[in-house]
C-alpha cells in the first residue's frame, strides 16, 4: 500500500502544472509529508542558496516571479547502516528553454 500511495503523489506531483506547484508548495508538501515518511526536510530559500554558492539555480530563478526552493530530504534507517545510497531529483518550476533566443518565424532561403 505504501507503494501505491508514493507512486500516487510522485505522479499527482509531476502532472501539476509549475504554475500551481511552485517551488514554495513543493516545499510545503515536503515539510507536511517528510516527517511523517521518516524524513529529515530542510527547505532553503533564496538567502540560504546565496550563502551556498547555488548560482545556477538562482540564474534560472530569475526568470521567474516566485521565490526559489531547494528541498533536501534525509532518510535515516534505524540501527547501523549497512551502506549508502543517494538518489538526486530536480522539480523544475520555471524554465524558458531559450525561448527568448528562439525567433517567432522561420527565414525560407
Known sequence: ???VKAT???RDLAGTPGGMLTATKLGEIALEM???AGLEV???GEEELVELGCGGLLGINLGSVEPPAMIK???RPEGEPTGKLALV???IMY???GLALKPGTRCTP
Do not use: E, N, R
Open 42 to 44: 530542510q527547505v532553503f
Open 34 to 36: 517528510g516527517p511523517d
Open 95 to 97: 524554465d524558458a528553454g
Open 73 to 75: 530530504l534525509v532518510y
Open 1 to 3: 500500500m505504501l507503494l
Open 89 to 91: 531529483g530536480k522539480g
Open 8 to 10: 500516487k503523489l510522485a
